[in-house]
């Protein structure tokens, strides 16, 4: 049973445009979300975070949103620019089974930004 | 800095065949984990260890060992390799400081025919 999930596998923007990325989770006990970024023969490498208590969290040109009672978080990138073509994972943590550093991880979503 | 540090690159396994994969950290961190990466499977948790000694299981923790005996190092243990074990392996660690992302390897790309 999937407890994070994103439903496209690829989205494809113009540069200079809004890229919206999605993610939905479904446990309840997830406090802390965060996304990833993974070009190809590489680590994912961190992005940008959002705690629970916020709805909203702002860094440079991506900003995370949340929305609890949807369960229902988005990455906005704004303007798009062509480095930002990778895989884009949404993740999870919470403190179910007593411990808040096992993340649990949506498929990803490729991000294609044409020039 | 190094970082995450993991070793090798590359791995080609025979069926039964058994192999440790490597990864080190240099940032002195306490959580370590690692994860396996596969096609529209995202990345999923097999073992993490929230200091030396200390190791759980995670999501997908069968055909696999872990040990951790000291801060900086947390090799992953196949014991008899088997296709299904095809992946590609990530380390990551972070410090045990409430809400700290992960910070991840480069990864180990592992084929077992």
């Known amino acids: 049973d999937q407890q994070v999930k994103q439903n496209s596998p690829s989205l494809s923007v113009q540069e200079g445009r809004i890229s919206i990325l999605n993610c939905d989770y479904t446990?309840?006990?997830?406090?802390?979300f965060l996304w990833y970024k993974k070009y190809p023969a590489e680590g994912p490498t961190f992005l940008i975070s959002?705690?629970?208590?916020?709805d909203k969290n702002e860094d440079g040109r991506f900003t995370v949103f949340l929305n609890k009672s949807a369960k229902h978080l988005s990455l906005h990138i704004v303007p798009s620019q062509p480095g930002d073509s990778a895989v884009y994972f949404c993740a999870a943590s919470g403190r179910s089974g007593g411990s808040n550093y096992k993340l649990t991880f949506g498929k990803g979503t490729l991000l294609t930004v044409n020039p | 800095n190094a970082g995450v540090t993991q070793t090798p690159k590359f791995q080609v396994l025979k069926t039964g065949q058994s192999m440790t994969l490597q990864c080190a950290q240099d940032m002195n961190h306490e959580y370590m984990s690692w994860y396996r990466q596969d096609p529209g499977m995202g990345l999923r948790l097999i073992h993490y260890s929230v200091g030396a000694g200390i190791t759980d299981q995670g999501e997908v923790p069968n055909g696999y060992n872990v040990s951790r005996s000291t801060t900086e190092d947390f090799p992953l243990r196949l014991l008899s390799a088997a296709p299904s074990q095809t992946s590609v392996y990530f380390c990551?660690?972070?410090?045990?400081?409430?809400?700290?992302?992960?910070?991840f390897g480069n990864g180990t790309r592992l084929t077992v025919t």
């Open positions: 990551a660690s972070s410090p045990m400081l409430g809400n700290s992302p992960l910070h």
């Open positions: 959002i705690s629970s208590i916020k």
């Open positions: 446990n309840s006990m997830f406090d802390y």
